[in-house]
């Protein structure tokens, strides 16, 4: 097993490019875990430094591999929202009390620990109601007491902090970030993650890196109560970020958001086409918006075509927004109301095909 010693010697030839000094004086190695071959650490920096620490990032993590007797690393790199909002909790991760207190904080591996299924919600196109499924999904999924996490990987929009109503960026306990809890689901977003500007900017590394790291380094289960399903609010899009991100998520399955405007179904195609491409089987397609604007009945003549299983259609119903508007997912706060009936049948299926 590689000396830890060693480890943060070789992280102090990596410079902070903010004071100059080598990352582990700087206070900058936060979580450092060094067991059986692997190494790994979170490099939190400031609001707004992500960009800046990138290259810092691929620099430590090259700077571990170097070690003799280190196959494994892993070096995330997290922003804090707000730099004096640091919880006490957080501060208690330096190197030095690390070394004491937590030797055996796990190294993320690529699939989530204590997590039976994870289903990707997808959609060709932003706005077309992905996180609205994906939230009152996960609600209908809670609904059949399954133990349910949700996690908004959308990376240009994170919106799930707004439809549940939560915020504060996430507690580290033993090396692990606790997910809110809300709604009796478990939350996770890149939206607590790191301020909104910052979010914006991000281009592939950072965004996969990122829902790796939501993913791996959430404690969305144990051993003794382990997360039944992780449901998966994808960025939107079909291109090179989007085949990234499916190829490094360890998915079961996903379901594609269409509303039922021939421009957004074309999308559905490239999106079940981008799964189909990395083995990912998709388990349905869900019309959404459907009614007089944009028209009815796409989405189950598209799901045919492509050979998935068409799993309904969602009426625009001022009162779906509305709920998301306030924070609370429609199927929570309405369970005995016509959508929370329809997501209750989608519900079934994913749950049924999914083995849960
Ligand atoms: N069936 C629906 N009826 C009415 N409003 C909806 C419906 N589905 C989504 N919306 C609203 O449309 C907007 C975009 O939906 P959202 O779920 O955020 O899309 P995406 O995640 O695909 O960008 C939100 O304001 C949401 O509340
Ligand atoms: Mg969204």
Known sequence: MPDRSAVLAA??????????????????????VVSEDRAGFVLEVA???????????????AALKAIPGIARVSVVLTAETAPAAKPARTASLSP????????????????????????AIASGKGGVGK????????????ARGLSVGILDADVYGPSLPT?????????????????????????MSVGLLTAASDAMVWR?????????????????????????????????????????????TPLDGAVIVSTPQEVALADARRAHALFQ????????????????????????????????????DLPLVAALRHAGDAGAPLVAS?????????FAVVAARMADVLGI
């Open 11 to 32: 992280l102090d030839a990596v410079f902070d490019p903010k004071s100059g000094q080598g990352l582990a004086a700087a206070g900058l190695v936060q979580g450092l």
């Open 96 to 119: 030095q009390a690390v070394d004491q207190t937590r030797p055996k904080a796990p190294v993320p591996t690529d699939r989530p620990a204590h997590v039976r299924r994870v289903l």
């Open 204 to 248: 592939g590394p950072m965004a996969s890196q990122a829902i790796t790291q939501m993913l791996t380094q959430t404690r969305w289960g144990t051993e003794d109560q382990p997360l039944d399903i992780l449901v998966v609010d994808l960025p939107p899009g079909t291109g090179d970020v989007q085949l990234t991100l499916i190829q490094k």
């Open 131 to 142: 996180s609205t499924v994906s939230v009152n999904l996960a609600a209908a999924l809670a």
């Open 334 to 342: 309405n369970p005995d109301g016509d959508i929370a009936r329809r």
């Open 277 to 312: 491409k990395v083995g990912v089987p998709t388990l349905g397609l869900v019309e959404n918006m459907s009614g007089d604007v944009f028209g009815r009945g796409g989405g189950a003549a598209e799901a045919e075509r492509l050979g998935v299983p068409f799993l309904g």
């Open 163 to 187: 439809m549940t109503g939560v915020s504060g960026k996430p507690e580290y306990r033993d090396g692990m970030m606790q997910p809110h809890l809300a709604h009796g689901l478990k939350l």
């Open 47 to 61: 609001a707004g430094d992500t960009a800046r620490y990138a290259p810092v990032r691929d620099a430590a993590e």
